[in-house]
Structure formats: structure tokens, C-alpha cells
């Protein structure tokens, strides 16, 4: 049995998968927050929190990066940690130098913040060869419109530091480029409370279909679980409405991606990491949007499990204690995955105001089809805007094929019976809502205030 220090987590699927994964594998974990009330108000109702079932339960300032380590450290001689890992994405740079400080696995620090840092990604990528779109890293809206006539509109103006796609858009002229940077520009702090990176990235807009690679890399070895594709919408934001697995691609396709998303891992320098990376196919040939050095988010991980045996987050367990994870595939009965995430359709939205959900028609003729594996959906009285980023899905419907690769095809047809009513909730003060008031999470809430129907 190991004991598992967990430095924070995401509030939605994560943060009941990975207590999950560490119990499942005859372990015990504790769990170390600035504030546990962030995750207790994101439970089900009348459930208790999945993270509640710690051995012990820490409160400390962990965005103070200059003495968590010395906490950690007072903590690891109390009770005697055999690995530290984090489920949110903004304390995966201080959980691997906190790992390296008490000689315990992990990734090597320096290349979990070049993963986590999209314009070092950027430039150890492009230093390395492995292909990426051509871009600019601007400090002053000056640059970032030169930057953006020298590459060419449309381009993609993007933090380097959040998650869920919050304030990444594309755009077409000097106008919007000047909007989008002011937008970074007024959120210097992420939904953790960190400061941000005071520089904008402006990127080439690449046109393809979009991929993700899951990938698991211990002791120098990258092994490639699959490939993942997705569905987008939203424009000018970049909003994933859906996910299938396996990719419906060509073998030469699919292999151009996995065989990138291991150039990439590895000129990262990133060991001991489950990964998730995002290449676009480009008519010019893949190119890499992103690597994640964690287990994919919008329940991926629950794709690749449902269809290959393989789970990715008992995985991270493993590698976060040294041990070799079992990536053996095993015969499920299912060819295909895919999940539909539902979105408010901004049309039914009151034009520059908020509502509220009154309750989403369709669900119980959804829920009782033969191919839905998972239906998850948000309860009467969720306060909803109009989507800009990953934060907004208001559910989601998982389905499985026995026969082939029609998963998607059937998750995008049920998402489309589904149909959310809501009220007027009145103006919204200001002229947009502020992205820090919710969390930035790469994936969809199983447990925020959703009702989750497995069959």
C-alpha cells in the first residue's frame, strides 16, 4: 500500500476519478488544499466529496511556491509520503519540485513547467524540430499586432498559462487582436488565485482536423495508449463539444500523430508523466497545439478505458510511485467511445443578460437508449452565459459502440434531443462575465452540481 500526497485538484471528473484510481490500486492518499470549501461546494448534492475520503485532510497556502516545499517536507516526516502528484494543472510545477525535493518519482520540475507554460512549449518544440504553428510571444499590444500582420489573420491570440480554453480566440484584423489582448491583459490572476504571465502568445490559426494522444512515458519510454479525435465549436473561441476513441483516422494518420505527440514528450524532457497532446493535421502536416503532462480531462480517460481496458488515471498512480503502469489492452465488447458535451445554444440566452436553467427536456428518452454508457446534466437553478471556454457545459452524454465507429455519430444525435430551458436572470454588471469566477478546468464536472446517470 502507498500513501499518495495530492496538492489540489480540478473540481470536475479528476477529483472523483483519482480518489478512485488511488483506493482501487489499495492505497490511501492525503489531501492538501488552501481551500477545501472550493471543492465542497462543487458536490452532489446529499454525496459527500470524493476527496473527503482522505486519510487526512491539510489546509495551507499552496500557491505560496517559496514555503510549500518546507510544509511538504514537515508533512512527508509526519506521516511518510511514497508519492506526491496534483489533479490541477496550475500545481503541477510545484508537485515536481516538491516530489524532486523529497526524493520521491516524478517528472523532472523544469520540464513540467515548460509543459505547463505554452510559450516555453513553444520554443523548446520548435528548438527541437518538432513542428508547430509559427508564433510570437508580445508584451505590449504593439507587438501583439505586429505580430499578428507578420504571421497573417485569422491568428490566435492565447494565454500562456490558463486551462479550458479561457480567453483563447481567434481573430482577423487589428481590432480584434487589440480586444483579445486587452481581455488577457485585464485577468491578471487565473481561478486559483496565482498571478499571471504578463505576455500574450499570437499563433498561425491551423486548419486540420484536431487530435489528442494519450500517452503514458516511464523510465524513457513513451508508450502510445491511442489517439483521441474532437469536435469544435464556438468560433471565435475554441470550445471541445465532443470526443471519440479511437480517432476515426486513416493508420498513416494515426500514426503521423502518435509518432509527433512522442517527438514532443520527449523534447519536453518529461518522464514519469501520463500525457495529453493535442496536433492539429494539417494540410502542410501535423502540428502540435499542446502537451499536458496529465491524464486527459472531458472523461477521456474513460473512453480509452471503456474501449481498451486501460485506465490512464490508475496509470498516473503508478508512475507517480515508481511502478510500472499495466497498459495491457483487454477485450471490452466495445469498438468505439465518445462523449457529446452539452452547451447553452446562445440563442436561447438573453441577449447581454444571465439565466438560469429551469431543466433540460430530452433526458429521459436519452437516458434509456441501449448505447449510453454515461448521462450527466446540471440541475434546475445552474446560473448559465454564453460559452467562451470549457467552463460553460451545462452536462454531458457518453455512448459506446459494440460494432465499430459510429460512438460519435450516436453521442452527437442524443446531445442533439436534449434541449435546456431556462429564465431570465436580469443584466449581467459590466461588459462580460469575469472568466475567474469559475474554476479553469480542463474537464467536464462529473460531480459540480450534475447528476451523473451510469447504466
Request: glycine share 8%.
Amino acid at each position: 500500500m502507498g500513501h499518495l500526497l495530492v496538492v489540489e485538484s480540478w473540481v470536475g471528473a479528476m477529483s472523483g476519478l483519482l480518489p478512485r484510481a488511488i483506493h482501487e490500486g489499495g492505497h490511501e492518499f492525503t489531501f492538501l488544499t488552501r481551500d477545501l470549501h472550493h471543492y465542497l461546494r462543487s458536490a452532489a448534492e446529499g454525496e459527500p466529496h470524493p476527496l473527503l475520503a482522505a486519510r487526512n485532510i491539510v489546509t495551507a497556502e499552496t500557491n505560496d511556491t517559496t514555503e510549500l516545499p518546507s510544509l511538504v517536507t514537515r508533512l512527508h516526516d509526519a506521516f511518510g509520503f511514497d508519492a506526491v502528484l496534483s489533479a490541477c494543472d496550475y500545481y503541477l510545477p510545484v508537485t515536481a519540485r516538491i516530489a524532486a525535493r523529497l526524493g520521491l518519482p516524478a517528472p523532472a520540475p523544469d520540464a513540467v513547467e515548460a509543459a505547463c507554460r505554452k510559450d516555453l512549449t513553444r520554443v523548446r518544440l520548435a528548438a527541437a524540430g518538432v513542428p508547430g504553428p509559427r508564433f510570437a510571444l508580445c508584451r505590449d499590444l504593439g507587438q501583439t499586432r505586429l505580430a499578428a500582420r507578420e504571421i497573417g489573420y485569422p491568428v490566435v491570440v492565447k494565454p500562456v498559462d490558463l486551462c479550458a480554453g479561457m480567453l483563447v480566440r481567434k481573430v482577423h484584423d487589428d481590432a480584434e487582436a487589440a480586444r483579445a489582448h486587452r481581455a488577457l491583459v485585464d485577468f491578471p490572476v487565473n481561478a486559483r488565485g496565482q498571478e499571471r504571465a504578463p505576455v500574450v502568445l499570437v499563433e498561425e490559426f491551423l486548419t486540420g482536423a484536431e487530435v489528442s494522444v494519450e500517452t503514458v512515458t516511464f523510465d524513457g519510454h513513451t508508450h502510445v495508449v491511442g489517439v483521441t479525435d474532437k469536435s469544435l465549436g464556438g468560433a471565435p473561441w475554441f470550445i471541445e463539444t465532443g470526443h471519440m476513441f479511437p480517432a476515426a483516422l486513416d493508420p498513416a494518420s494515426t500514426r503521423v500523430a502518435a509518432d509527433t505527440a512522442v517527438r514532443a514528450v520527449e523534447a519536453l524532457g518529461l518522464d514519469h508523466v501520463v500525457a495529453h497532446t493535442e496536433i492539429k493535421l494539417t494540410p502542410g502536416g501535423p502540428r502540435v497545439v499542446e502537451v499536458n503532462p496529465r491524464p486527459a480531462g472531458n472523461r477521456i480517460t474513460e473512453l480509452v478505458r471503456h474501449v481498451t481496458g486501460v485506465d490512464l488515471v490508475a496509470a498516473c498512480v503508478d508512475v507517480a510511485l515508481g511502478r510500472r503502469p499495466d497498459l495491457t489492452e483487454r477485450p471490452t465488447g466495445t469498438r468505439s467511445a465518445a462523449i457529446g458535451l452539452l452547451l447553452p445554444n446562445e440563442r436561447d440566452l438573453p441577449a447581454g443578460g444571465a439565466a438560469t436553467l429551469v431543466g433540460i427536456d430530452g433526458a429521459d428518452a436519452v437516458r434509456h437508449r441501449p448505447d449510453v454508457v454515461e448521462l450527466s446534466l446540471a440541475p434546475p437553478g445552474r446560473a448559465v452565459r454564453a460559452a467562451t471556454s470549457n467552463n460553460e457545459y451545462l452536462g454531458h452524454v457518453m455512448t459506446a459502440d459494440t460494432e465499430g465507429a459510429a460512438a460519435r455519430e450516436s453521442a452527437e444525435w442524443l446531445l442533439s434531443r436534449l434541449r435546456p430551458r431556462y429564465v431570465d436572470s436580469g443584466p449581467v454588471p459590466g461588459s462580460s462575465p469575469a472568466p475567474g469566477s469559475v474554476d479553469a478546468s480542463p474537464e467536464i464536472a462529473n460531480s459540480a452540481g450534475m447528476t451523473a446517470v451510469p447504466r
